[in-house]
């Protein structure tokens, strides 16, 4: 178990890390898919209609530009928002970049790192009902935060969260109190498991581990429950942003660039395939996060493009979207910087 300094035992040695810069043609430049049936090609995804819903139970939206949470349903209807009347405490105002729905499908989680803090939201009532971070106030200190991101709930009534700029990740008991953390506050240097350099992800895992997605020297590590390093691997983007775990063992995740770019890598660092469009509608401009579906598709939000779209890594094709590209607005059918997604878990109702 890690320390409060993010101190363990002796870390596992960091596996070979194989940067790759190719750029393909024929889906489109950027788009590169893995020869078919080559060993970890591209994910198998059933043909899908174009605009058909890959979300059977509907898509959490985190429409920053706006200020609001927005649930979709499969006819791309609005069946939940927040916030109304009443949601927030006095004088605050929301703007949430990430939010994840807690595993028992009553509250959802958000993180606003603009202004420093984390929100825990009951869903019956569109209600803050637990918050930690001082609003509008960065700092090291308990009961502070510094740009906090992904702030994913637990089981157990925890959230982790990753403290961006003060270069660490806690988890955060529900009386505020910090149960544990990984990376050392201040220390932003690559050196895991002692330090991170920025950490913008951290995507808690089945076995109890964390994958931890950084910015600086652009870094995914996989620790394990006990906090020891499993890989640590330098990815092909200049940005990456809230790494995502395949069933496989596999690694999707976005860069936040433009144009952008979504990837997959192995745990050794080597490429599967890129999806990186130059030009035309394809083209990414700052997508923030890439999520894998269990049916081989990838959803992302494509935040500077004022999107949410689907696509399959086995065309190198768009199958769906939400929002009107390049144009940003608050009506139906239209997002405002959409920073942060999840597919509605199927114990979720609203």
């Given at each position: ?246 069933p496989s063992g596999n690694i999707i995740v976005a860069a ?88 509605v878990p199927a114990n979720v109702t609203f």
């Open positions: 178990m890690a320390s409060p300094d993010g101190t363990t035992g002796t870390p596992v040695s960091a596996a070979a890390s194989t940067p790759v810069d190719s750029v393909g043609s024929g889906a489109g430049a950027g788009a590169t898919p893995s020869p078919a049936g080559a060993p970890g090609s591209a994910p198998t995804a059933p043909a899908v209609a174009p605009d058909s819903s890959p979300f059977p139970n509907g898509l959490m939206i985190v429409d920053r530009g706006n200020g609001r949470l927005i649930v979709v349903d499969n006819a791309k209807k609005i069946v939940w928002q927040f916030p109304v009347a009443g949601s927030m405490p006095k004088g605050l105002a929301f703007s949430a970049d990430d939010a994840f729905f807690s595993p028992d499908g009553q509250t959802i989680v958000a993180s606003d790192e603009g202004r420093h803090i984390v929100y825990r939201i009951d869903i019956a009532t569109k209600k803050v009902i637990w918050s930690y971070g001082h609003y509008d106030a960065a700092g090291s200190a308990k009961g502070y935060l510094n740009t906090p991101d992904d702030a994913y709930p637990l089981t157990n009534g925890d959230i982790v969260v990753a403290d961006i700029n003060n270069c660490r990740i806690l988890q955060i008991a529900p009386d505020k109190s910090i149960v544990r953390q990984w990376g050392t506050t201040g220390v932003c240097i690559d050196n895991a498991p002692r330090s991170y350099g920025a950490p913008n992800g951290d995507t808690p895992l089945p076995d109890g581990g964390l994958l931890i997605t950084v910015i600086h020297g652009s870094r995914l590590v996989r620790l394990s429950a006990t906090g020891q390093v499993i890989f640590d691997i330098h990815v092909p983007i200049v940005y990456p942003s809230d790494a995502q775990l395949l936040y660039t433009n144009p952008g770019a979504v990837i997959e890598v192995t745990p050794a660092g080597k490429l599967v395939w890129r999806y990186a469009p130059t030009s035309g509608s394809g083209r990414l401009n700052h997508p923030s996060l890439a999520t894998p579906l269990a049916n081989g598709l990838v959803s992302i939000n494509d935040d500077d493009r004022q999107r949410m779209i689907v696509i399959d890594p086995k065309t190198m094709k768009i199958v769906w979207q939400y929002g009107k590209t390049d144009v940003a607005g608050s009506g139906p059918g239209y997002l405002s910087d959409p920073d942060g997604h999840q597919p």
